[in-house]
């Protein structure tokens, strides 16, 4: 019972000391506690240009061993936490002010991310014309397929950044990616957390 107890307090004393991060943390204040960090460079998790290049940061030399890794921006701004585990999970700092506010099992690019770099006009209704097209070509039409012109045009949102009010068009873009991403949880019978069952 003896060899138990110092065991135990072994454990305790060891996991105490591992950093938890949750949702409500300040995202600067949690990154400072890493004592050395380690960089790993991110798969590409959006096709936004202020997504490309971002960075995984660690507390271990091999991204599979940490817990959790903080995601940055290719200039070094924290935008949230990647935590490894069952179920794996991101929380976002979705207001830009360093509090991880918001968590999801799927990525999305925070708003304010794009908002910040963009140009906000409101004379300018080149985004408003591009997804009014797009509804025309994917909800009114026959088909339901957008032409590649339009397509063309939504796009150039993701990469041009001196097009104003591009933040309208990634607020879409997440919007779609959580749809699809819903939907395709539902077709292999999971239940996703934005979902609530409502039939019995």
Known sequence: ??????????????????????????LNIEFKKLSKPYFFGAPALTGW???ANMLFIGSKPNPNDCSFLFITLKD???????????????????????????????????????KNRTRIDSTDKA????????????????????????????????SDTSLANRHIALLFDNYQ????????????GLQPENCLRIQN
Request: hydrophobic content about 40%.
């Open 1 to 26: 019972m003896k060899n138990f107890l110092s065991l135990l307090a072994i454990f305790l004393t060891l996991h105490s000391g591992a950093q938890i991060i949750k949702q409500g943390d300040t």
């Open 177 to 188: 990616t959580i749809i699809s991403e819903t939907r395709i949880a539902v077709e292999s």
């Open 76 to 114: 070094s701004t924290l935008i949230g936490v990647f935590k490894r585990g069952k179920p794996s999970e991101f929380m976002f700092d979705t207001e830009g002010n360093s509090v991880l506010s918001d968590t999801s099992d799927i990525f999305l690019l925070p708003l304010w991310t794009v």
């Open 127 to 158: 985004v408003l014309n591009v997804l009014e097209r797009l509804y025309e070509t994917t909800m009114q039409a026959d088909d339901g397929h957008p032409d590649e012109e339009t397509l063309g045009r939504y796009r150039q949102f993701q």
């Open 49 to 51: 240009i202020e997504g």
